[in-house]
């Protein structure tokens, strides 16, 4: 009996941001939108493993709260009927605070969701409407006071640094408006300019406002860092920080390289030690489900060295780190053996560590993460 989360797709945004380089879309009627929720729960029944355990479901996308309500709690009861979902298991949705109204939340909470992340990325006004979010901050505000009356006490919410024309005085001001909403999960990211996004392209023409400096850059960072420890969060991963007990179990997954079912347009599995995709327009995914009840479009076997490389990359970005036995008993090789020159040379120049059996990043590889992680390339 295989143990996997559930992650659950919905492509859909009311508006398209410019940094955005996810598979998500904007301008899809409402008809299309419920055709696509018919094929995702056709997809889950038709790859229903009922003695599969699930301890943890996902709706990412796009903006899973542009569905209504009873379209989210449709899609999770078609999980639970065909798979051993957890009694206990955590259920995240991830919503946008601008869609947030009292129904709404308690609709989520009684069909049971029990965990949500806001994607408030900043409380300013001026700097939202520049990354084209739709949201202001008392929006923000007023969604998680609206949640928390709803009965969520697991909230997370994503906030952005490096923003165009944000100072560090900016960036200051929303730390303290998201430190004085009293969620126990936070997680922060620096603005990348992603290719094939309209910043990009915006930023090629020379018409994209200036990003802060490299230096400004690190030092929001560090702030980050500091007031996040300053206040009872741990920094568990490398961009995600939590009071004790409320890591997110779902990304947790992702990160040991364990198994995951992905459903709908775009959707990645990874299980049996393959990795699989499904079509990534949400029309055509439909249409596909329609005709063979699923839309793999893709399967890559991963060689055991490929999966020993993720797995000491992806376990690397939590503060936990690897757990060198279990790596052994899954791989059936030390990682002291496999990667022992990375290692050694990693660890004399001090920036990873083995300390009570895992191997770690240290304070000092926390802020070069990527650079390490990539010493495990395969
Ligand atoms: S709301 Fe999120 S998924 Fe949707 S366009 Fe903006 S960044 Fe992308």
Redesign the pocket.
């Known amino acids: 009996m295989r143990t996997a989360g559930a992650y659950l797709h919905i492509p859909?945004?009311?508006?398209?941001?410019g940094?955005?380089?996810?598979n998500?879309y904007?301008g899809y009627k409402t008809e299309t939108r419920s055709r696509y929720v018919d094929a995702l729960c056709r997809e889950i029944v038709a790859r229903a493993e009922p003695s599969a355990r699930v301890p943890t479901v996902f709706f990412g996308?796009?903006?899973p709260t542009v569905l209504p309500a009873s379209d989210l709690v449709r899609v999770l009861e078609t999980v639970k009927a065909s798979f051993a979902v957890d009694a206990d298991a955590e259920v995240t949705v991830?919503a946008?605070p601008g869609d947030a109204t009292p129904e709404y939340l308690a609709a989520l909470r009684a069909g049971g969701v029990d965990r949500l992340s806001f994607?408030v990325q900043t409380f300013d006004d001026r700097l939202l409407k520049s990354i084209?979010?739709?949201h202001s901050g008392e929006d923000a505000r007023s969604a998680v006071a609206m949640a928390k009356a709803a009965g969520f006490d697991n909230l997370s919410i994503d906030l952005m640094f490096a923003l165009p024309r944000q100072t560090l005085a900016d960036w200051d001001r929303s730390l303290d408006a998201a430190f004085t909403l009293d969620v126990p999960h936070l997680s922060m990211y620096a603005l990348i300019v992603e290719e094939n996004t309209p910043f990009f392209a915006r930023r090629e023409r020379g018409k994209l406002p200036p990003l802060p400096s490299e230096k400004t850059e690190a030092a929001m960072f560090a702030r980050a860092i500091e007031r996040a420890a300053q206040e009872g969060y741990r920094r568990y991963e490398v961009s995600n920080y939590a009071r004790p007990g409320f890591e997110s179990r779902h990304n947790r997954i992702y990160w040991r390289n364990e198994e995951y079912f992905g459903f709908g347009a775009g959707a990645a599995s990874y299980l049996d030690g393959a990795r699989t995709a499904n079509e990534r327009h949400p029309v055509r995914y439909a249409e596909t489900v329609a005709a063979r009840g699923t839309a793999t479009v893709s399967r890559e076997r991963l060689e055991p060295r490929e999966a020993m490389g993720e797995t000491m990359m992806m376990g690397l970005r939590m503060a936990d780190g690897v757990d060198l036995d279990a790596f052994a008993r899954r791989f059936g090789a030390r990682a002291e053996t496999v990667y022992g020159d990375e290692i050694e040379f990693l660890t004399r120049s001090g920036v990873v560590e083995i300390e009570e059996g895992r191997l770690r990043l240290t304070e000092r590889g926390l802020f070069v993460g990527n650079e390490v992680m990539l010493a495990f390339l395969a």
């Open positions: 859909f945004c009311v508006k398209k941001c940094y955005c380089d996810f998500a904007s996308g796009g903006t991830e946008n994607g084209d979010r739709i």
